[in-house]
Structure formats: C-alpha cells, structure tokens
C-alpha cells in the first residue's frame, strides 16, 4: 500500500464549484518547511491558495463546501516540470552556446529569447491537449 502511495500527490481541499464530471476545488498549497517550530521567523515558510480543476471519476459527486482530497500522479508532476522549466532551460542554453559564436553574445540571447518565446507559445496553443494528460481526480468521502 506504501508502494501505491507513494506514487501520487494529494492534497485536501474544499470544493467551489462543481459542473460534472469537472469540479473546482480550492487547496492551500504549503511550502515544505511551514511545518517547522521556526516558521514564523523564517521568510521562506509560505502557504498559497490555489485553485485546481479536476475530475470526478468515480463515486457520488461531491457538493459545494464539502472537503475533498486531489489526486494526481507524480508521474504528471514530473512531466510538468519538464515541459515548464527543463526543456526550455536546455532550448536556451543550447541556442546560447551554439549561436554566441557565428552570430557574437548579444545576437544569440536574442535568438535564444525568441526560441523561448515559440516554445512557450507552443505550449500555451497545445493547452487543451496538455490538459487530457495532465489531470487531476477528485476523491471524496460523503458523510
């Protein structure tokens, strides 16, 4: 059972707004030292409330107000981080040490600017499809 757990993130949450099978649940997003004794001394202990849209795959549906729990797969995680932050860093930097030699520094951050620009863009017009893998479900106890 550890094994299964511990390839998904959780979080709890309350629900919003529900429009079947999707609903909007609200999570207090925690970074990973705000449960430290020295937290309110520390600037880099924050919590952010967030917004998640997620699905409704099994079970009865849940009712606006009532406390849930959001589900995704590490997996998911991961290949966010990679579209987000690791490809384009690599985009960049490869741009900006292939190019700093024919076209001089400055002509290549350009061009590694712009090449950053298109993959952002492109990732923004795949959005819908982005959004089918990159899901999150809804598990909910009604009592």
């Keep these: ?5 511990a390839n998904f993130i959780s979080h709890e949450g309350v629900v919003e707004q529900v429009a079947l099978p999707v609903v909007r649940v609200r999570i207090l997003q925690a970074s990973a030292c ?7 001394l520390c600037r880099s202990s924050e919590t952010k409330e967030k917004v ?5 795959l099994k ?13 995704g797969r590490v997996g998911q995680g991961l290949q966010a981080v990679l579209l987000a932050y ?5 985009i960049m930097v490869a741009v900006l040490f292939g190019l700093s030699g024919p076209l001089g520094e400055s002509m290549a951050a350009v061009v590694a600017l712009l090449c950053l620009a298109g993959w952002y863009t ?22």
């Design 1 to 5: 059972m550890s094994h299964e757990k």
């Design 34 to 40: 705000s449960s430290c004794e020295a937290a309110s």
């Design 52 to 56: 998640v849209t997620a699905l409704v």
């Design 59 to 71: 079970g009865p549906a849940p009712r606006v107000g009532q406390t849930v729990r959001v589900v």
């Design 86 to 90: 690791v490809l384009p860093l690599v």
């Design 122 to 143: 492109g990732l923004w017009l795949g959005r819908k499809r982005m959004a089918r893998r990159l899901t999150f479900t809804v598990e909910c106890d009604n009592k």
